[in-house]
C-alpha cells in the first residue's frame, strides 16, 4: 500500500532498498531453469504479498490553492511493525538558526491477502492500523534542551482491491491491482511558525485509489519475491490540522499523493 506515514530519507535505508532490487535482479537467474508444478495466479491461490521488505518514495499534500510539499521517504514495510526514527529538523523564526530534534515511535498492524477466485482474478484487501507518538527537543542555552510532546497520530486505511495476474514463465509474473477505499492518514507534527505554539498535529483523510504493478519472480512453490512501483492518490480528501489549546481541528480540502517503489518477500499457497 502506498499510502503510510512519511519519514525523512536516510543513506543507510536507500541503500537498503537499492540492494534488494539488485539482489532481486542477481538472483533470478540462478533459479529460472527450475521448472515449477504450477503457474502464478491459478484458481484457489491465496498470496500475501509482503511478509517483509522495503518501501522508498515520495508522499505529501497538496492544499485547495495548489501548495504543497512532497517529502522523500524510506521505510520497512510489513504486516507488523515497529519503529523508532530522530531526526534533527530547521526551527522557524524567531528560534532559527536554532535546529530541534524530533524522536517518533510507530507501531503498526497491516494485514493483507488475495485470493485468485478465477484463474488470473484476484480479489483481496489490506486493513491497516498505525500509531505514532513523537517528541521535540530544542536547544535552551548551550548546555540545556526542552522537550515538548508533540500531537500522537493514528492513521488507518481499508482498501478493497482485485488484481489480474500474467504469468510470463512458472517462475515470472506480472500482477497490476487496483484498490478503492477510505483512508484516514496522519502525515505528521510539524513545529508551528513564530514559536507561539509547541507543535502542530496534521492528518488527511478521504476516499483513495491505490494503483500497483508487482513483478514477481518464485524462489519455490511458496515464497516469491516482488517488485512493484505504487501510486496512492485521495483527489477529494480533507487535510485537519491540530493546534494544543484549540477547541477542535482546522479541516480544509487538499489532495494527498504518494508515489513509492516496494520491495520484499511474499509467500504463495493453494486452498
Known amino acids: 500500500m502506498a499510502f503510510g506515514r512519511a519519514r525523512r530519507s536516510r543513506p543507510g535505508a536507500y541503500l537498503a532498498l537499492v540492494t534488494f532490487a539488485l539482489a532481486f535482479m542477481l538472483?533470478?537467474?540462478?533459479?529460472?531453469?527450475?521448472?515449477?508444478l504450477t503457474k502464478a495466479g491459478q484458481k484457489g491461490q491465496i498470496i500475501i504479498?509482503?511478509?517483509?521488505?522495503?518501501?522508498?518514495?515520495?508522499?505529501?499534500?497538496?492544499?485547495?490553492?495548489?501548495?504543497g510539499?512532497?517529502?522523500?521517504?524510506?521505510?520497512?514495510?510489513?504486516p507488523i511493525g515497529f519503529a523508532v526514527e530522530s531526526y534533527s529538523q530547521a526551527a522557524p523564526p524567531p528560534r532559527a538558526p536554532n535546529s530541534f530534534v524530533v524522536t517518533a515511535t510507530t507501531f503498526w498492524l497491516a494485514?493483507?491477502?488475495?485470493?485468485?477466485?478465477?484463474?488470473?482474478?484476484?480479489?483481496?484487501?489490506?486493513?491497516?492500523?498505525?500509531?505514532?507518538?513523537?517528541?521535540?527537543?530544542?536547544?535552551?542555552?548551550?548546555?540545556?534542551?526542552?522537550?515538548?510532546?508533540?500531537?500522537s497520530n493514528t492513521s488507518f486505511a481499508i482498501l478493497p482491491r482485485a488484481g489480474w495476474m500474467f504469468p510470463l514463465t512458472d517462475r515470472w509474473a506480472i500482477w497490476p491491482r487496483a484498490a478503492l477505499g477510505y483512508v484516514s492518514n496522519a502525515v505528521g507534527s510539524v513545529s508551528a511558525a513564530g514559536g507561539n505554539v509547541a507543535a502542530t498535529g496534521s492528518s488527511v483523510s478521504g476516499f483513495a485509489i491505490d494503483l500497483d504493478v508487482g513483478m514477481l519472480f518464485r524462489v519455490n512453490e511458496t515464497f516469491f519475491l516482488r517488485l512493484a512501483p505504487e501510486l496512492g492518490w485521495m483527489p477529494g480528501a480533507g487535510n485537519s490540522v491540530t493546534v494544543p489549546g484549540t477547541p477542535k481541528p482546522i479541516t480544509e480540502g487538499a489532495s494527498y499523493l504518494d508515489f513509492s517503489l516496494t520491495g520484499g518477500i511474499g509467500i504463495m499457497f493453494d486452498l
Not at 483481496?124 to 534542551?145: D, V
Open 111 to 151: 494485514p493483507s491477502l488475495d485470493i485468485f477466485v478465477i484463474n488470473h482474478l484476484s480479489l483481496g484487501g489490506m486493513i491497516q492500523i498505525a500509531y505514532t507518538t513523537a517528541s521535540e527537543s530544542q536547544p535552551r542555552n548551550a548546555t540545556q534542551s526542552q522537550s515538548t510532546d508533540l500531537p
Open 27 to 36: 538472483a533470478a537467474p540462478a533459479f529460472a531453469q527450475r521448472e515449477l
Open 49 to 67: 504479498d509482503q511478509i517483509s521488505g522495503f518501501r522508498g518514495g515520495v508522499s505529501g499534500v497538496v492544499g485547495a490553492g495548489g501548495g
Open 69 to 78: 510539499t512532497l517529502y522523500p521517504s524510506v521505510s520497512y514495510y510489513g
